[in-house]
């Protein structure tokens, strides 16, 4: 071992002095290099044992992010001591170093704080999605100093993926709100608003709902309760009713039935037009039900209104009774009407008295 370490020591001296350097810093150059290359053989060694045990890419992902990480702090630590030989404490060196870097780089050592706060309270994980910032999309790689997401949402409909990567500072979660679509609980709520108009069979088209809702949702419902139970040990999560609803609303030019029903966030999109293609094949078979839709209907006050009255014959009295020009009598009116009670603007016998 002393001649060893006696050939290393001429080794290097050689070296300092064909490259006309100091004794002390070639020595440190060398063992940083040694420290090095031992750094990246460990690293070498140990993914070559996961490849061999396992062929799960995430798992694989992983384990090359979170050793390189600890790799690297090993070596920071053993090459400060060895570079900073007056700093005999590693509390010392890390004190000194931490300052300046606070001073220097304020927003990296908040985004340091940030990829250290992920890592100890985990609020998501990679694959999960979630929405921050403004920005919703599944998260795809954790670093340092920003984390990433494949974007969803924006122009595309019913949070499907754009195919953008969006990239985040990790001191953002530190100020923005974070929302997680996947953690323990791993189901969102989803509505769907089928209207139909006010002259519809209503009671029979919310049952006809119900089990459209019921059939897509019955493997579902029981996943979340078996989801629920786990995630009610970290969140105070008290949902009693898992089971899909149908909701009865009213608005201006219908009756609207709301369906809520529990989903998987990655699959909105397939499950909304499932039920949307069974609404429509089962209204298709009932003559009693009528989807709702902004419609116009022009009708005959004396006719429809008071049979008492009659039209006026003097010319300025019929002409206050017209609607654009039409015949005396008609008035114009914004309402609720299938197809079966609306009339074209232009029908000259939608005025006129037999």
């Known amino acids: 071992m002393p001649q060893d370490i006696h050939i290393v020591d001429r080794i ?10 100091s004794h002390g810093f070639t020595q440190n150059l060398m063992f940083t290099i040694a420290v090095i290359f031992a ?11 996961v490849y061999r045990n396992s062929s799960d890419p995430e798992l694989h992902y992983r384990w090359r992010k979170y050793l390189s990480r600890v790799l690297f702090f090993i070596a920071i630590l053993i090459l400060g001591r060895t570079w900073f030989e007056g700093f005999q ?23 340091l704080a940030g990829w250290i706060f992920l890592l100890w309270r985990k ?14 999309g599944d998260v795809i790689d954790q670093r340092i100093f920003k984390f990433s997401l494949i974007e969803i949402g924006n122009w595309v409909d019913a949070d499907q993926s754009t195919g953008r990567v969006i990239h985040i500072p990790n001191h953002k979660v530190f100020t923005e709100n974070i929302a997680n679509y996947t953690a323990d609980f791993q189901f969102i709520w989803n509505e769907l608003k089928v209207r139909i108009s006010f002259e519809s069979n209503w009671k029979k088209a919310k049952k006809l709902l119900q089990k459209i809702a019921d059939r897509h949702s019955a493997n579902i419902s ?20 898992l089971t899909p609803t149908v909701y009865t609303d009213v608005k201006d030019f219908g009756i609207v039935l709301n369906i809520r029903y529990l989903t998987n966030p990655r699959t909105r999109r397939g499950t909304e037009q499932q039920i949307w293609e069974d609404v429509l094949t089962e209204f298709s078979r009932h003559d009693d039900i009528a989807f709702a839709y902004p419609t116009i209907r022009y009708y005959d006050r004396v006719r429809e209104g008071n049979s008492g009255m009659r039209p006026q014959s003097d010319s300025s ?15 114009g009116e914004v309402r609720s009407s299938d197809s079966g009670l609306a009339h074209p603007p232009g029908d000259s016998n939608s005025g006129r008295n037999d």
């Not at 750094?39 to 044992?49: A, G, K, P, Q, T």
């Open 317 to 331: 009295t019929s002409g206050s009774n017209a609607v654009d020009g039409g015949a005396p009598g008609l008035r």
């Open 123 to 136: 609020p998501f994980e990679i694959g999960d999605r979630i929405e921050i910032a403004g920005v919703s």
């Open 39 to 49: 750094m990246w053989l460990i690293r070498m060694v140990i993914l070559r044992i």
């Open 89 to 111: 404490s590693i509390a010392t060196f890390l004190g000194l170093l931490s300052a300046g870097i606070v001073i220097a780089l304020k927003d990296s050592v908040a985004d």
């Open 222 to 241: 029981e996943e979340a309760k078996q989801q629920l139970r786990r995630a009610a040990r970290s969140y105070l999560i008290t949902y009693r009713i």
């Open 12 to 21: 290097t001296r050689s070296i300092a002095d064909l490259a006309d350097l």
